[in-house]
């Protein structure tokens, strides 16, 4: 069967002498490995557009237990990720995440347009990294199914404390007053960070990357989301130990 769809290149690797192996985000069936014949050679016409962080159109060929490129042409080839290697080791972690989350087989094109825009404006530096890292983690694990309680506190059901007490495990709030003491575990949002926090989940898309904080607030909210991410998931990520290398937070 063939399909026509586009996607963005989130890993590959040569196979043999020629041909490389690409994990694809496609709009229509989810991520797919798929195998791009002649890749590899001088002046094929596959080589740009099936390299990591490359968005293109592609023709796949699906047969019963692979993928094959048939054809593949470049739109974005996300080239400023290379200028910069923090810059870099955020979108290999972006790519990370959505191998992880993103279905297989399945319509993916909010995941798709989610990493699509981070990697916008993360090549572009129109968007501080920390900001775009926590809108990614947030959404994605939205879009997955592990969307938080953030609406109020889970006790008494008050929207707004100073502090807010949020649970990374459980996904949950709650006001410091139904708390009594700060248990182990939680982690105390200032009034603008919960309000960033809610917008990574809540808002219209169109309005996502919306919003600012000052560094203080960004630091807080990338702290809070990587923590729920790390705790949802219960695993770690090589790509996002590399970014901290980079620039400890």
């Known amino acids: 069967m063939t399909l026509e769809t586009d996607g963005l290149v989130i890993a590959e690797q040569s196979v043999g002498e020629s041909d490389r192996l690409a994990t694809i985000l496609t709009r229509d069936e989810g991520v797919v490995r798929a195998f791009a014949r002649q890749a590899m050679k001088v002046g094929s016409a596959k080589a740009s557009a099936t390299q990591l962080?490359?968005?293109?159109?592609?023709?796949?060929?699906?047969?019963?237990?692979?993928?094959?490129?048939?054809?593949?042409?470049?739109?974005?080839?996300?080239?400023?990720?290379?200028?910069?290697?923090?810059?870099?080791?955020?979108?290999?972690?972006?790519?990370?995440?959505?191998?992880?989350?993103?279905?297989?087989?399945?319509?993916?094109?909010?995941?798709?347009?989610?990493?699509?825009?981070?990697?916008?404006?993360?090549?572009?530096?129109?968007?501080?990294?920390?900001?775009?890292?926590?809108?990614?983690?947030?959404?994605?694990?939205?879009?997955?199914?592990?969307?938080?309680d953030l609406v109020g506190c889970r006790e008494c059901g008050s929207y707004e404390a100073d502090p807010m007490l949020f649970f990374p495990r459980e996904g949950t709030i709650c006001c410091a007053s139904c708390a009594a003491q700060q248990p182990v575990g939680a982690m105390a949002l200032s009034p603008g960070v919960l309000t960033a926090l809610r917008h990574t989940i809540y808002a219209d898309f169109e309005k996502l990357f919306s919003f600012s904080l000052r560094p203080e607030g960004l630091k807080a909210l990338a702290a809070v989301s990587e923590r729920y991410t790390l705790c949802t998931l219960e695993r770690g990520f090589q790509t996002l130990d590399f970014f901290h290398g980079l620039s400890p937070q």
């Open 53 to 148: 962080f490359c968005y293109s159109r592609l023709t796949l060929y699906k047969g019963r237990e692979k993928y094959v490129i048939d054809d593949a042409r470049p739109v974005e080839l996300f080239f400023d990720l290379r200028r910069d290697v923090e810059r870099l080791a955020l979108a290999q972690y972006f790519c990370e995440l959505a191998r992880t989350l993103a279905p297989q087989e399945a319509p993916a094109g909010d995941f798709l347009r989610l990493v699509l825009n981070a990697l916008h404006f993360l090549s572009k530096g129109k968007k501080p990294p920390l900001l775009l890292k926590a809108v990614v983690e947030m959404r994605m694990l939205e879009l997955s199914g592990y969307m938080p």
